[in-house]
């Protein structure tokens, strides 16, 4: 019952930015944890960025420091800055939410970002 759905995906060149946005049909206040995957063809789906509900956040070592995970809540909104951006940080990426009550895991559809190199 609960949707996510991911914009702001697009072709980019290396170097460039890009913002992906996750819009939430509940309060982002009800999950435990909101974060971002992606999955480049021929990978595993793998972990970009997450935060909690106490505002921690983690990144993967590829991304961290061009990456920034954020959220606004009163849109209900949560978002990924992309700087920097490398040919190898073509992928599709999910947003992910986790719920607070039942700890169950909600995807997005999922929005194709490729960098020209």
């Known amino acids: 019952q609960v949707q996510l759905v991911e914009s702001g995906g697009g072709l980019v060149p290396a170097g460039g930015s890009l913002r992906l946005s996750c819009a939430a049909s509940?309060?982002?206040?009800?999950?435990?944890?909101l974060g971002w995957y992606r999955q480049a063809p021929g990978n595993e789906r793998e972990l970009v960025a997450i935060?909690?509900?106490?505002?921690?956040?983690n990144y993967a070592d590829s991304v961290k420091g061009r990456f920034t995970i954020s959220r606004d809540n009163a849109q209900n909104t949560m978002y990924l800055q992309m700087n920097s951006l490398k040919s190898e940080d073509t992928a599709v990426y999910y947003c992910?939410?986790?719920?607070?009550?039942?700890?169950?895991?909600?995807w997005g559809q999922g929005t194709q970002v490729t960098v020209s190199s």
């Open positions: 935060t909690s509900s106490v505002g921690d956040t």
């Open positions: 509940a309060s982002i206040g009800s999950f435990k944890e």
């Open positions: 992910y939410a986790r719920g607070l009550i039942w700890g169950r895991a909600y």
